[in-house]
């Protein structure tokens, strides 16, 4: 099984930045994964995909509501996935969600909360003022 904790979420003003980290582990996590990505859900919506990335070649995935502001990156060493997110607005708030899954080619490098995303964190509460 693989386990996945976020960390780093909190209360920023609208501009500011929060760095969302996401400690993966578990047995076979290495070999099983080949796509991690971040989502997030407001009360009353539906989960969104936010970023990912594929672990074959690097590729990136960003909602267009978050592109410019934040970037997703992955240290394989430390088995980490952070989210940096700069330029906060208030539409930013809701919990943030670190996942990870296998499938086919660059699958997750697209829109969509997708069925190979398996191991999901507990979340982590991200709330921007105006």
């Known amino acids: 099984q693989v386990q996945l904790v976020e960390s780093g979420g909190g209360s920023v003003q609208a501009g500011g930045s929060l760095r969302l980290s996401c400690a993966a582990s578990?047995?076979?996590?290495?070999?099983?994964?080949?796509?991690m990505g971040w989502f997030r859900q407001a009360p009353g919506k539906e989960r969104e995909g936010v970023a990912a990335?594929?672990?074959?070649?690097?590729?990136?995935y960003y909602a267009d509501s978050v592109k410019g502001r934040f970037t997703i990156s992955q240290d394989n060493a430390k088995n980490t996935l952070d989210l940096q997110m700069n330029s906060l607005k208030p539409e930013d708030t809701a919990i943030y969600y670190c996942?990870?899954?296998?499938?086919?080619?660059?699958?997750?490098?697209?829109?969509?909360?997708?069925?190979?995303?398996?191991?999901w964190g507990k979340g982590t509460q991200v709330t921007v003022s105006s």
């Open positions: 996942a990870a899954g296998t499938g086919s080619g660059r699958w997750c490098i697209s829109p969509g909360v997708r069925a190979e995303y398996k191991y």
């Open positions: 578990g047995y076979g996590y290495t070999y099983s994964i080949n796509c």
């Open positions: 990335i594929y672990s074959g070649d690097g590729s990136t």
